[in-house]
Structures are given as C-alpha cells and as structure tokens.
C-alpha cells in the first residue's frame, strides 16, 4: 500500500501469485493471463523523487556550457529497487563518465542478480512528474503564459552497464566507500525525525519490493555528490542547509553490526550496482581534444523532451507526464502538434523509449536552459518505471 495515495502497489511476488490463481481457476493459457494483466496495468514499480524545500528550488542557468544540463536523477536498473543500489546518494545524481559503451552487459547477467522480472524487454510504462517554472520574465510577448518559445525544460535520458561492470563486489569496497555509504542516513516517513528545522534536499524513494516501509529519504551531503559540474547540486550553489545530517547518523557503524539494520540500509554485498560501471546512450558524448565530454545540443530533442517551462511565468507549474509501450503518435501527425501545444516532445510520443528498454537499463532526467537570463528551477522532480513480470 502507497502511504500517500493510499493505492496497492504491488509487488513482483503479489502479480506472480495474481497470475498463478488466474491460470488455475480458468485455464487461461499463459499469454491470455499476461494480456489480462498488462491491461489492469498490475505491474511493479521503482519511484525515485526528489523535493526541494519552499524556497530552495535546484536553479539551472544558462549561460555557460556546465551549468545549463544538470542531471538531476537516474531511475534504479530496470527490474530492481532502490536496495540494489551500492551508494544510494552519489547514484541519484552523479553524472555517468562520458564514455562510450563498447559492449552493454547481457540481459541475462541481470537476471543473475535475482531482477524482480524476467522478461528482456519488460517496461510497460513511465510516468516522469515535475514542478517547475522558468525565470518569470523575458521571451517574446506572444508567447507568455504558453509552451510557445520556452529555453527551459526536461530531458530523459539513458544509460546501460558496460559488460562486466554490471556488478559491485562488495568484498572490495574500500574503506572510504564504506564510511560514505554509512553516512547516508535513510528515514521512513513514519519517523518523526524526518521532520527537521532545516530540512535539506529530500530525496524520496519509493520500496515496492519492500512490505510496510512505503517510502523513505535520503538526507544529507551524500545526495548531492557528483562528478564535475553537471549535477544538480552543482546546479545550486549556496545551499548546505541539512549538510551534516547524513553524516552525524552514520558515525559509530562499524562492519557487520546487524543490531537495527533493515532492508534499506543492507550491506555492501547485498547492492550490485554503482554508477562508475554506467554508460550513457543519452544523451550522447563526444571527443574534444583527448577530453571526452557530453553532447548536448542548442535545441531540444523532441525524441527524448518530457517537458518544457511556460514561457516568462513566475509561479511553478505541475506536470505529469506518462510514456506508455502503447504510445503510437507519428510526429508529423495531429496528435503530435497537439503534444508540442502542451509542451512536450513532438517526437515524444511514439513508446519507441519504453518499448526499447531492456532489463537493467537506466532512465535518467536532465534539467536544460538555453541563452543568458534563462534559469529553470526546479521544485521536484520525479520518475516512475513500470515493468511486467
């Protein structure tokens, strides 16, 4: 049960035993069930979100090449939860090293790890949810208050594991590592001490896999680790409220205590994955000099655009936007016009990016702005993977 919505949500275990009754009361074949049940949309999921503090939006400005796309967060593997994750808080927003991918790791090295499906391609469906605004001013005078030449909005993006690097052996961590993970302080929402005077960056993960616990925060310095400047933390300077929080908690935890450990903060040998085995697909990278480094171009990409700002508007907007596998919306026809009026990608709506995710793939959300006085704030940002099992 979803603590906030009040919705079940289930689990990869509840669709198994759904399925297994409906095969045996009926005598449905198996496809027909997996018809049945794709059409209830009685699927699991993984939510990753991230919710700023009244006052503390993640600003990205234009202006300058490393401070105008910030990743803001990346999803869990395809098929997994948040408790598969080595270092929970540098894995929200540290950018991928913008390396090529020589060879993706095998689907079949995923389903090793015990992923919570078995399918190749399993994705049904994603719901990205923002709330957001541009800088309030500026832009043509037609064109505010509407989606109509707007230089701020969202990106998803995609990453895959390099072939061998798809799995963290926690028996070679090193001592740093550990402290760090340590220092991650993560709260039910049942906690009171989840309500602070300061509260800093919430990063609010949800736990299908997990009966009870709901939801949970990150909270402290070890969620806004990132490499170089294209992260969101980098993206909003002068903000280290909350900055001591994750590590305070963690002081005191030595290797293998077992006295209050839960599922969310499991040992390193539990958690496969780590960003340093990922590599992005999207958005691109390039060579420059002997230095690799992103590509992103001047305009959107209306393949892979979630959203964009209303245009000179000072108060934040909600979006919620779903890409489904059923999506069928050729970007020259009507109803493609019709996503762009609203903001969205033209080319968005085709389910191409749903359809093509395979198991341990990665979805990603970029936050961009284009050309000085731009700025795209950021209130909360949030994506949800639906997968069949």
């Known amino acids: 049960m979803d603590s906030q919505s009040g919705i079940f ?45 009244p006052r503390q939006d993640i600003r990205i400005s234009s202006g300058r ?8 967060l990346r999803s869990p593997p395809v098929g997994f939860d948040q408790d598969s994750i080595a270092q929970p808080g540098e894995w929200i927003s540290t950018p991928a090293a913008p390396e090529p991918l020589r060879e993706a790791a095998p689907v079949e090295a995923f389903k090793k790890l015990r992923a919570g499906t078995a399918l190749e391609r399993p994705v049904r469906k994603i719901v990205f949810t923002l709330r957001s605004r541009d800088q309030g001013w500026g832009g043509e005078a037609k064109d505010r208050g509407t989606f109509e030449g707007s230089w701020t909005w969202f990106e998803a993006g995609l990453e895959r594991f390099e072939a061998g690097l798809e799995r963290f052996d926690g ?27 300061k509260p800093p960056t919430r990063l609010q993960l949800s736990h299908p896999f997990i009966g009870g ?41 030595g290797k293998g205590e077992g006295e209050g450990e839960s599922e969310t903060t499991a040992p390193f040998r539990d958690r496969p994955f780590r960003v340093t085995g990922l590599r992005p ?7 420059v000099g002997n230095t690799p480094r992103y590509n992103h171009p001047l305009e959107p990409n209306q393949q892979q655009k979630i ?19 059923t999506d069928d919306i050729s970007p020259d026809s009507p109803e493609a016009e019709r996503l762009k009026r609203q903001g969205r990608g033209k080319a968005s709506g085709t389910g191409e990016f749903v359809r093509n995710l395979r198991l341990g793939d990665v979805v990603t959300v970029w936050a961009k702005s284009r050309f000085p006085g731009w700025a795209n704030n950021v209130q909360k940002v949030g994506v949800a993977v639906y997968w069949a099992v």
């Open 65 to 72: 090449r490393d401070r105008e796309n910030a990743l803001l």
């Open 9 to 53: 949500q289930p689990r990869p275990i509840d669709v198994i035993v759904v399925k297994t009754m409906l095969s045996k009361a009926t005598q449905m074949p198996p496809e027909v069930v997996d018809i049945i049940i794709d059409h209830a949309e009685y699927w699991p999921h993984c939510e990753t979100v991230i919710e700023r503090p």
């Open 213 to 253: 616990l709901g939801r949970s925060f990150l909270h402290g310095p070890r969620a806004a680790r990132h490499l170089g400047s294209q992260s969101f933390a980098h993206a909003d300077e002068g903000n280290d409220e909350g900055k001591n929080e994750g590590e305070d908690k963690g002081k005191g935890k």
């Open 281 to 287: 697909v999207y958005p691109e990278t390039e060579v």
């Open 171 to 197: 028996n070679n961590e090193e001592e740093g590592d550990k402290e760090e993970v340590d220092a991650t302080c993560q709260k039910s929402l049942d906690s009171k001490s989840t309500i602070d005077k």
């Open 307 to 325: 959203q964009c700002n209303r245009t000179a508007t000072s108060t934040a907007g909600d979006y919620r936007i779903v890409w489904s596998w």
